[in-house]
């Protein structure tokens, strides 16, 4: 089994508030969520409406499979018309 995971900040061009932020996260996240069936969060920079950074983690038995599967979800979520994707850092992870 395999895993890997990346965090990936977005810029929220069009939020106003807290509150518009949560609408973008939630539609982000439940979108993602139910097209790759993935792990996905918001990890970090939640006071700040303007940014969002969201992990998300995979597993598979293959590691071509894996990153295949996660160059897709990120795909995804950059082609998102609510935010612009600004930052990605992919983690690897271990072979268990």
């Known amino acids: 089994m395999f895993t890997k995971s990346a965090k990936?900040?977005?810029y929220l061009q069009q939020s106003q508030s807290l509150k518009d932020k949560r609408q973008i996260r939630r539609s982000i996240?439940?979108?993602?969520?139910?097209k790759f069936n993935v792990s996905a969060a918001e990890i970090a920079t939640q006071d700040?409406?303007?940014m969002l950074t969201i992990g998300i983690a995979t597993v598979s038995g293959e590691v071509a499979h894996l990153e295949?599967?996660?160059?897709e979800?990120?795909?995804y979520m950059a082609n998102n018309a609510n935010a612009e994707?600004?930052?990605v850092v992919i983690?690897?992870?271990l072979e268990t």
């Open 8 to 10: 990936l900040t977005f």
């Open 91 to 93: 983690f690897d992870g």
């Open 73 to 75: 979800i990120i795909r």
């Open 29 to 34: 996240i439940q979108k993602t969520r139910n």
């Open 85 to 87: 994707l600004s930052d």
């Open 48 to 50: 700040n409406h303007k």
């Open 68 to 71: 295949n599967s996660l160059d």
